[in-house]
T-cell receptor
Framework: DAGVTQSPTHLIKTRGQHVTLRCSPI?????VSWYQQVLGQGPQFIFQ???????GRGNFPDRFSARQFPNYSSELNVNALLLGDSALYLC????????????FGPGTRLLVL | GQSLEQPSEVTAVEGAIVQINCTYQ??????LSWYQQHDGGAPTFLSY????GLEETGRFSSFLSRSDSYGYLLLQELQMKDSASYFC????????????FGKGTKLSVIP
């Protein structure tokens, strides 16, 4: 079975631009979470979606938004990019809302210049 | 609020045993998980402790003491491929969807 997939793998943007990151969960998984990981730090929770509804939001500005589609894939959008948004963006899927085993994708490495 | 504290780096010899500690300060708590992440890779789930005590999965074991706000990951028979970063993670309270990670411990296994 395919694992969690994310696209693109790498992305370079300039300040003020907008970016859309995509995630496809493991087949059958209905929960998708997004994390931001800055170099040398642990992943930081951004959003969780379950059954197409937002179930949790971390401490990120409104420039960050996300959605989940009927096929359970998800998009993370970031507007008005700042240099500090440069990070690895990880998507994780799980079967249920509160299942402790989260399966992470390879991530999208975003560089903002 | 919630924070999880881990040592930033640990070095151990191949074949040895190493323990990575995690202490937490949180107004609530709901279990402790451990993840492994190789450089350039994605975090991979290792174990989860919902209750106090020891959970064993092959060469890896994890322990939790909620009264001491403390847990650890124990790696036995270390192999070179165990060189990676290890993160503890917790939910701040039952029913919370947010998973909070520690800053990670970089384990270097040397011959």
């Amino acid at each position: 079975d395919a694992g969690v997939t994310q696209s693109p793998t790498h992305l370079i943007k300039t300040r003020g631009q907008h970016v859309t990151l995509r995630c496809s969960p493991i087949s059958g998984h209905k929960s998708v979470s997004w994390y931001q990981q800055v170099l040398g730090q642990g992943p930081q929770f951004i959003f969780q979606y379950y059954e197409k509804e937002e179930r949790g939001r971390g401490n990120f500005p409104d420039r960050f938004s996300a959605r989940q589609f009927p096929n359970y894939s998800s998009e993370l959008n970031v507007n008005a990019l700042l240099l500090g948004d440069s990070a690895l963006y990880l998507c994780a899927s799980s079967l249920a809302q509160l299942q402790e085993t989260q399966y992470f994708g390879p991530g999208t490495r975003l560089l903002v210049l | 609020g919630q924070s999880l504290e881990q040592p930033s780096e640990v070095t151990a010899v191949e074949g040895a045993i190493v323990q990575i500690n995690c202490t937490y300060q949180t107004s609530g708590f709901y279990g402790l998980s451990w993840y492994q992440q190789h450089d350039g890779g994605a975090p991979t789930f290792l174990s989860y402790n919902a209750l106090d005590g020891l959970e064993e999965t092959g060469r890896f074991s994890s322990f939790l003491s909620r009264s001491d706000s403390y847990g650890y990951l124990l790696l036995q028979e270390l192999q070179m491929k165990d060189s990676a970063s290890y993160f503890c993670a917790a939910r701040p309270r039952a029913g919370s969807y947010q998973l909070t990670f520690g800053k990670g411990t970089k384990l270097s296994v040397i011959p």
